[in-house]
C-alpha cells in the first residue's frame, strides 16, 4: 500500500520560514506527480502545490508569491518550501499523489500530515 511521510513542521513566528518534507518508501516519489495539500482548522483541505516528475512545480495564487515545491528524484523526496508565513498559514500539512484530472483530488491513503504552527 503506497504510504506517503510528511516531516519539517513545526511552530514558527510570522514572517519565518519552513521547508516540509514527503517521503514515501519505493519510486512512489520519483515515478509520481506529488502534490502538497493542507487542512486549515475548521476547514476543508486545500491544494497548496504540485510537483510534476520533471520538478516543475505549480500553485496556486494564494501562496506563489511565498511557497514554493521541488524534488529530488534521487533521494526520493519532495520538498515545500514555505517564506513569509503568516498565522492563517496554520494547518496540518498532507502531501500526496493528485489525481491527473483533479489536482484537489488526492489518490493515495493520506498520511498523519505535519503540524504547521504560525504564531503572530
Known amino acids: 500500500q503506497v504510504q506517503l511521510v510528511e516531516s519539517g513542521g513545526g511552530w514558527v513566528q510570522a514572517g519565518g520560514s519552513l521547508t516540509l518534507s514527503c517521503t514515501a518508501s519505493?519510486?512512489?516519489?520519483?515515478?509520481?506527480?506529488i502534490a502538497w495539500y493542507r487542512q486549515l482548522p475548521g476547514k476543508q483541505r486545500e491544494f497548496v502545490a504540485r510537483?510534476?516528475?520533471?520538478?516543475?512545480?505549480l500553485l496556486p495564487d494564494s501562496v506563489r508569491d511565498r511557497f514554493d515545491a521541488s524534488r529530488d528524484n534521487a533521494k526520493e523526496v519532495v520538498f515545500l518550501q514555505m517564506t513569509s508565513l503568516k498565522p492563517e498559514d496554520t494547518a496540518v500539512y498532507y502531501c500526496?499523489?493528485?489525481?491527473?484530472?483533479?489536482?484537489?483530488?488526492?489518490?493515495?491513503?493520506w498520511g498523519q500530515g505535519t503540524q504547521v504552527t504560525v504564531s503572530s
Open positions: 500526496n499523489i493528485p489525481s491527473p484530472t483533479n489536482w484537489g483530488r488526492a489518490l493515495a491513503p
Open positions: 519505493g519510486s512512489i516519489v520519483s515515478g509520481n506527480a
Open positions: 510537483v510534476a516528475r520533471d520538478g516543475s512545480a
